[in-house]
């Protein structure tokens, strides 16, 4: 469907050419003075120069064109040359039953769009996910769900890290614990066990002490990265032991995913990288790219124009290992054998951003990845405690995503049972809905880059820019709506349409309404879900306002109060549309 500055845009061209004056200057943008008018078009005063006139005279000729238009109810000329306009209600209206007849309510799909690689989550095996990992999860999610909306293939990869020291660390630990395993045993010949040497949660108490001791012992730590190098040349036992690590491991990180509504197309990692890697070494090194530096595989990639000296991307270490950028290079390899993806987005935080310019530029120069194919790194910033450090537990320690989650879910709890009118069970089933979507809504509201403050008493408020508020019109609406009903209200023919407004509050939340189709454009293509909640915060607002000031149920003029029906439903289809591409989803009752 047609974008509403489009239309906008299509109207004034012919009044612009009428009066002699080149179509391109005939551009509409939203009014920055909602007094006076809804939108503007400044063209007049940038043609004005082209054609040496006043801005005003040109902005009066177009103006007296635009007279018995039937899309605006005001055209006029300001000084020093503004067009100011205001659209007619019935053409508003006639553009709102248009978008409520629409499948995806006017946002249209793309035409052969590709394949879009989304690398997110990436969690690492054996290690407890942590709420560094939480933003990536969330941002990633939502541009997913955006890009699948809008038609294009979207494939999510967690991208896990399954390869790195934290294996070999592992293995020395249990070694050191278990002796008796048949995994350390050189002589053992038979089947190893189906059954996992440690469950999950022997496993995250593992890995911590493991880590732990690296630091202070010399020869352990030695042998965890002997153990680690044997593993990664295929030593069958170590082999068999890695298998347990990333089922058990896997199978938590699963869980954990599944309760932030987040999920993955491909559970791919670090580990499905390497069997691309000798290849890329010596491509690399044939294509004259990768070179010798002090005693490392470097290839360079300081351009022309940096703003300051970047550092060569490091393929190979001196000791032979392969390093972070080595893995995503061999990960770029697998994914254009396998999808010949139209576009790359990675998201992670911005401490990486240096990481992906030496992946990207090196793929592009030895041509593994087409030139013009965009390769995107989408950059957060920290989620911050209230003291404006990196958020952390009461005691100091790494928060663990489940127990920010459930202090969360807590909370909500507690606030629905203070007026409570659901019972307890229902209770907890809705906070487990609000406080994802406090938690989601929360992080997701800021622009990425940004660092943030997780502030929970905000986050899980019902008034402000927060998820539980936009919840709770979508509640508010359904509510409405089953009144209603109730009362043998029809106001819902198929297609049937929305009524001219009758007072401001209600032309606010249509004109609104008429944004949706280029702000989820726009969200997707600057990859930028903060822009979806500034636009259903102020869809919200503008509803409660409406809301606030018309009698919809007690409406006594049928046909008008079933216009209010549909125009609810339309902002309600939006609203749940909306969350359903941040990741989230109302309740029924709250
Ligand atoms: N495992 C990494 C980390 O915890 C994130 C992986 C991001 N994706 C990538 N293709 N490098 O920092």
Not at 16 to 37: I, M, Q, W
Not at 121 to 141: D, F, Q, T, Y
Not at 232 to 244: E, F, I, S, T
Not at 463 to 474: D, K, Q
Request: hydrophobic share 40%.
């Amino acid at each position: 469907m047609k974008k509403i500055l489009e239309c906008i845009k299509t109207e004034l061209e012919p009044a612009f050419e009428a009066c002699g004056y080149d179509r391109s200057y005939a551009k509409a943008v939203l009014s920055n003075r909602p007094d006076l008018c809804e939108y503007q078009c400044n063209g007049a005063m940038a043609a004005a120069k082209a054609y040496k006139k006043k801005p005003i005279e040109i902005a009066g000729q177009v103006v007296e064109k635009l007279a018995g238009s039937p899309m605006f109810s005001l055209a006029e000329a300001v000084m020093p040359g503004f067009i100011n306009l205001r659209l007619s209600e019935t053409w508003l209206a006639d553009y709102l039953t248009g978008m409520r007849r629409e499948k995806k309510l006017g946002v249209e799909e793309v035409r052969d769009g590709g394949t879009i690689i989304v690398d997110y989550g990436g969690a690492n095996v054996a290690k407890p996910l942590h709420v560094g990992h939480l933003r990536s999860a969330i941002i990633g999610e939502s541009i997913k769900r955006m890009g699948r909306f809008l038609g294009y293939h979207m494939i999510g990869d967690v991208h896990l890290g399954d390869w790195g020291l934290q294996m070999g660390l592992i293995i020395e630990e249990l070694r050191s614990r278990q002796p008796e395993l048949p995994y350390f045993d050189p002589d053992f010949t038979g089947e190893y066990p189906a059954e996992a040497p440690f469950t999950i949660g022997e496993l995250e108490e593992i890995y911590p002490a493991a880590s732990a001791k690296a630091k202070t012992d010399e020869a352990f730590k030695a042998r965890a990265q002997e153990a680690t190098f044997q593993l990664q040349n295929g030593y069958a036992p170590y082999h068999a032991l890695w298998r347990h690590i990333m089922n058990v491991s896997l199978a938590d990180l699963k869980k954990n995913y599944a309760s932030l509504d987040v999920s993955f197309d491909l559970w791919k990692g670090e580990s499905d990288a390497q069997p691309y890697i000798p290849w890329l070494i010596q491509d690399l090194q044939d294509k004259g790219l990768a070179h010798e530096s002090q005693g490392a595989l470097v290839v360079d990639i300081a351009e022309e124009g940096d703003a300051k000296e970047l550092p060569p991307c490091i393929i190979r270490k001196s000791d032979g290992a392969a390093l972070y950028a080595t893995s995503d290079l061999g990960t770029i390899l697998e994914r254009e054998k396998d999808f010949a993806p139209s576009k790359y987005i990675y998201i992670t935080d911005k401490r990486q951003e240096l990481h992906f310019i030496q992946v990207f530029r090196t793929a592009k120069k030895a041509g593994y990845v087409k030139p013009e194919t965009p390769m995107v790194h989408v950059m957060f910033g920290t989620m911050n405690g209230k003291d404006g450090k990196p958020f952390k537990t009461r005691d100091g320690g790494v928060m663990r995503l489940e127990n920010l989650v459930a202090e969360i879910d807590d909370a909500v709890y507690e606030r629905i049972m203070e007026n409570r009118t659901v019972s307890e069970d229902e209770a907890r089933d809705t906070a487990k809905i609000i406080g994802l979507a406090a938690l989601k809504y929360g992080d997701l509201s800021n622009q990425a880059s940004k660092d943030y403050v997780f502030d929970m008493e905000r986050f899980i408020s019902f008034e402000g820019n927060t998820g539980p508020y936009i919840l709770y019109t979508i509640v508010r609406i359904k509510s409405i709506l089953t009144r209603y009903a109730q009362g043998g209200g029809q106001a819902q023919p198929e297609g049937a349409a929305i009524l001219p407004a009758s007072s401001p509050e209600e032309k606010a939340l249509q004109l609104q309404l008429t944004r949706y189709n280029e702000m989820v454009e726009t969200a997707f293509a600057e990859t930028a879900p903060h822009k979806i909640c500034q636009f259903i915060y102020e869809l919200s607002d503008e509803f409660n306002k409406f809301y606030n000031s018309t009698m919809i149920l007690k409406e006594e003029d049928a046909s008008k109060q079933a216009g209010y029906i549909r125009l609810i439903t339309l902002v309600k289809d939006v609203l749940e549309t909306c969350i359903d591409l941040l990741g989230f989803e109302a309740p029924e009752r709250m």
